[in-house]
């Protein structure tokens, strides 16, 4: 059973930044695929960012594009999203998935609420 834990949301002013971590345990973390999702209050879930198992390659969302970075650390079973120039509509709940490939999230975290105030 793999446990994902999200950390470093808050509460930042628009233009300010953040960055989110989710600490992995129960799995072989550097042989997954890794992603960031969100969920802003009345919409479904969206993808934002992904990242292979080896780091090598990324995906975005094109709203975040240029704007969000995810990286990982295997040594340390986590995986970032480095999210800048933020904006009041990328206020949601941030949560991380795990999964065997980047199209196949099948664990998730509890979520960390970014609120981005205009």
């Known amino acids: 059973q793999v446990q994902l834990v999200e950390s470093g949301g808050g509460l930042v002013q628009a233009g300010g930044s953040l960055r989110l971590s989710c600490a992995a345990s129960g799995r072989t973390f550097s042989s997954y695929a890794m992603g960031w999702f969100r969920q802003a209050p009345g919409k479904e879930r969206e993808f934002v960012a992904a990242?292979?198992?080896?780091?090598?390659?990324?995906y975005y969302a094109d709203s975040v594009k240029g704007r969000f970075t995810i990286s990982r650390d295997n040594a340390k079973n986590t995986v970032y999203l480095q999210m800048n120039s933020l904006k009041p509509e990328d206020t949601a709940v941030y949560y991380c998935?795990?999964?065997?490939?980047?199209?196949?999230?099948?664990?998730w975290g509890q979520g960390t609420q970014v609120t981005v105030s205009s």
């Open positions: 998935a795990l999964g065997a490939v980047v199209a196949d999230f099948g664990s």
């Open positions: 990242i292979s198992w080896s780091g090598g390659s990324t």
